[in-house]
């Protein structure tokens, strides 16, 4: 069974551009997760899908970052424009509907120029 | 407010074994798990306890105590490969887990 999956692995932009990330959750998951580990600091929740619908965006830092996750199934995180502290590692994780275990990605490094 | 804390880095010796404290305070709790994440790699699912108590899984334990918003890891027989980040993650409603900065594992020979 094919994990997580996270596209791309690694991006390089400058400040004021436009990222897209991408998500492939476990098939079956009804949770999805976005998280972000900056720099040396703790991994922080960003959001939570249950299916399509945003659960909980409390974590999200401001409006420049739109989830999506259009039929349930992938979801993407959009930064636009990009700031130079937006720089780290964006993990996606996803778990099972009553599932405590949140399987991760192998996360999308986000450097920002 | 939360708060999460757990000791920034411990060091032992394989075959040893090693503690790693996490004390919280969250509004709203459902459990906590324990991730597991090596350099460069994504966070690994260890374990999870709602109910006070130890949970043992192989070589790893954990511990909860509702009533002292404490938990511990224990690992045993430590192995080189277990020389890693440890988080502990407390939920704190609905699915929402929060990850505190970790605690660094470094085994030695």
């Known amino acids: 069974e094919a994990g997580v999956t996270q596209f791309p692995s690694h991006s390089v932009i400058e400040k004021g551009q436009t990222v897209t990330l991408r998500c492939d959750p476990i098939s079956g998951h009804d949770n999805l997760y976005w998280y972000r580990r900056v720099m040396g600091k703790e991994i922080k929740f960003l959001l939570h899908?249950?299916?399509?619908?945003?659960?909980?965006e409390s974590g999200m830092p401001n409006n420049r970052f739109l989830a999506e996750r259009t039929g349930g199934t992938y979801s993407t995180l959009k930064v636009q424009p990009a700031e130079l502290e937006d720089s780290g590692v964006y993990f996606c994780?996803?778990?099972?509907?009553?599932?405590?275990?949140?399987?991760f990605g192998p996360g999308t490094r986000l450097t920002v120029l | 407010g939360q708060s999460l804390e757990q000791p920034s880095e411990v060091t032992a010796v394989e075959g040893a074994i090693v503690q790693i404290n996490c004390t919280y305070q969250t509004s709203g709790f459902y459990g906590l798990s324990w991730y597991q994440q090596h350099d460069g790699g994504a966070p690994t699912f260890l374990s999870y306890n709602a109910l006070d108590g130890l949970e043992e899984t192989g070589r790893f334990s954990s511990f909860l105590s509702r009533s002292d918003s404490y938990g511990y890891l224990l690992l045993q027989e430590l192995q080189m490969k277990d020389s890693a980040s440890y988080f502990c993650?407390?939920?704190?409603?609905?699915?929402?887990?929060?990850f505190g900065a970790g605690t660094r594992l470094f085994v030695k020979a």
């Open positions: 994780a996803s778990s099972q509907p009553a599932g405590r275990e949140q399987f």
């Open positions: 993650a407390p939920h704190t409603g609905g699915f929402k887990t929060i």
């Open positions: 899908f249950v299916k399509e619908s945003k659960q909980d």
